[in-house]
């Protein structure tokens, strides 16, 4: 864990209240994180046992996608939104994979992303980390740092994964998204995965979200599938996290956890 002695407050990180990047670092047992958030993800364990194997589902479409983004769809420049702190197989680290001329730009408003993230999604000069707050979309497109790596003339993949649903409905999600997708060229991608109000459980999940986190709206799946609008929606459309393209099949019924999250990604037309 980090050292709690330290002078957070100085770098803008207040350790008095749990954060959404530090409590997903709790349920990727990453080690950024403070007693604060373990105690938001032990009440959440009341209601979700499975949370810490959701955050691996999140993860693991994560690299499925961007495997997809730049392999056969072939794109080169990500636009990461809300992407939290550096853990296992990071969009850079996979999208470079498959072409090292692939270009990530990192946002998130957290500032522990940028303290210890820095270093580590920043690790080659096609990758950066820009702190900004994606309720201002147009600021975050005229950022010079964004502009510096990503060219939108050029497709690219707009990835809204895991942060959707820490917006309000009153911040308008969906103008977000068009935001973005309306000034990236056709051959685009639009890349989310959210929490879904998928059973009673992640009812009361997002009860313990909002009133301890402040954020957490477990959408249905027809709106989740709405932010997707005008765009063709990939096979095989917006599903729960581990029957988006599985490497291995999955059969059986889905359990709450496997259930709580949906993504898909679509193109651009
Ligand atoms: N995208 C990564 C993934 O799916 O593995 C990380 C998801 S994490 C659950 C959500 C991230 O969004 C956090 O790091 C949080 O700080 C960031 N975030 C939340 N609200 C934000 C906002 N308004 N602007 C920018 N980032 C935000």
Known sequence: MVN????????GIDI??????RTYDVVLRGKD???VDRAFVNEIVKVIPEIYDVATYNREILG???RYLAGE???RQFLDLGSGLP???????????TDPSCRVVYVDNDPIVLAHGRALLAENDRTTVVTAD???PEAILADPDVRALIDFDQPVAIMLVGI????HDDEGPQRIVDTFMDVVPSGSHLFVTHFCASSPESRDAEKKYLAMLGTGRFRTPEEITAYFDGHDLLAPGVVPLPLWRPDEPVTGDLSVGQRLMYGGIARKP
């Open 16 to 21: 008095t209240k749990p954060s959404i990047a």
């Open 134 to 136: 994606l309720r201002e």
């Open 4 to 11: 709690e002695q330290r002078d957070w407050a100085s770098l």
């Open 33 to 35: 994180n403070f007693e």
């Open 164 to 167: 959707l649903h820490h917006l």
């Open 73 to 75: 769809a072939g794109i």
């Open 87 to 97: 853990t296992v197989q990071n969009t850079h680290q996979v999208a470079q994979a």
């Open 64 to 66: 499925r996608g961007v």
